[in-house]
């Protein structure tokens, strides 16, 4: 019989906030992958978990995934854990867990910390909706089609950035989405010096040109504001179907159309036209 996968996500910052059943789940597999060894086993020894520890992370992911599938379907259980925050979300854990689905093993998650979601929670923007974007490409041209494709978007965008990638995202983001645009930018989440500024993207810039950005940040974004409906009253409408009319249009066809187009009451703009042809 199969093994089990669990994802068990780990604090992004404050120790704390491990759950107990994420450290027992810890404590009862049979070995943890993680993204960095050196990084984990200082969680570990914290917690005095002492397992078996191999290496799962972006550039080994195709060869390890498949040699801790073998131990999956041969019994064993693992724990997958990143250096913060939730497997799988934005991380080559994804692979990992489609491996393990096209293979009939059983994936687990274990919630806790996702830096996103926290961000998105304190940003004071619309949570409703939203849109996870991770981190942007350095390559000009893939960040630029990126954020082309956003400029339409309504629901709140959630970004992550390193401190010394983050004016240039600023600038990218402003010269975007315009100066106007509200964002937040949430600092060293759950840690001492945790921060979070509520801002437009054209003071953001403005601040971090005289001030040095320390540690990882989220950007929680703004989404695109629905286009104002121009607003017509039945005079605008009366005009439309006259025009209409004398293009060639029935009367109710064009009272018809006319009432579509401008959002007015077909009945009160039918009365309205026969109102007007009256006088």
């Known amino acids: 019989m199969s093994g089990t996968l669990y994802l068990v996500a780990t604090p992004i910052g404050n120790l704390g906030d491990f759950s107990p059943r994420a450290l027992a789940t810890l404590q009862q597999v049979d070995f943890i992958a993680a993204e960095d060894t050196r990084v984990s086993v200082k969680l570990l020894n914290h ?28 019994g064993e259980s693992c724990a997958l854990i990143t250096d913060a925050g939730t497997p799988a979300i934005s991380d080559p854990g994804e692979d990992l867990v489609r491996l393990c689905a096209a293979s009939g093993v059983s994936v687990l998650s274990i919630p806790g910390c996702c830096a996103a979601v926290s961000a998105l929670a304190v940003s004071g923007l619309p949570t ?41 995202t600023l600038t990218d983001l402003c ?74 249009a029935r009367m109710k066809d064009a009272v018809r159309q006319a009432a579509e187009e401008m959002e007015l009451s077909r009945n009160e703009l039918y009365q309205a036209v026969l109102e007007r042809e009256g006088s």
């Open 47 to 74: 917690f005095g978990v002492k397992k078996p520890m191999v290496s799962y992370h972006e550039h080994n992911h195709i060869s390890a995934g498949q040699t801790i599938l073998n131990r999956l379907v041969g």
């Open 128 to 168: 409703g909706r939203f849109t996870f974007e991770g981190f942007l490409t350095t390559n000009k041209k893939s960040r630029r089609e990126h954020l082309q494709s956003l400029l339409n978007e309504r629901r709140t965008m959630v970004f992550h950035e390193a401190p010394h990638k983050l004016c240039t």
């Open 175 to 248: 010269e975007a989405f315009g100066p106007d645009r509200n964002i937040a930018l949430c600092r060293e989440l759950t840690k001492l010096h945790e921060e979070t500024m509520r801002t437009t993207l054209g003071e953001a810039v403005r601040f971090y040109q005289d001030h040095a950005p320390k540690g990882e940040y989220v950007l929680v974004l703004a989404g695109a504001e629905l286009a104002q409906q121009p607003q017509f009253t039945l005079s605008d409408g009366v005009e439309r179907v006259m025009g209409l009319k004398a293009q060639g």
